[in-house]
Nanobody
């Protein structure tokens, strides 16, 4: 059974940094896409940063470009999200996701992902 386990969330002051980690297990092969999504109460889940693993193509939401970096350690089957210069509006529950769809588009579309972690909370205060 596949599993995605996030960690690394917490409370940080505006301007600070956090690194989220997603440990993937149970996969017989590397998912074609992996990503980070976030959600606040009453809002839809949005794609923050995604990675197409066969090509290394990344896609970021405009609101996080230049501040967030997605990366993957293949040997450890782990996905990371480095978040720098955090802002109040980055506060949310962050979810790791993985999918098997192979094409390189719609990388931040939630419907393109089949597997989801339980989430880790990020709270930014000014």
């Amino acid at each position: 059974q596949v599993q995605l386990a996030e960690s690394g969330g917490g409370s940080v002051q505006a301007g600070g940094s956090l690194r989220l980690t997603c440990a993937a297990s149970g996969y017989s092969s590397t998912p074609n896409r992996m990503g980070w999504f976030r959600q606040t109460p009453g809002a839809e889940r949005e794609g923050v940063a995604s990675l197409h693993t066969p090509t290394g193509t990344t896609d970021y939401a405009d609101s996080v470009k230049g501040r967030f970096t997605i990366s993957r350690d293949n040997a450890k089957n782990t996905l990371y999200l480095l978040m720098n210069n955090l802002k109040d509006e980055d506060s949310a529950m962050y979810y790791c996701a993985a999918g098997r769809i192979a094409y390189v588009r719609c990388l931040r579309t939630t419907d393109e992902y089949a597997d989801w972690g339980q989430g880790t909370q990020v709270t930014v205060s000014s």
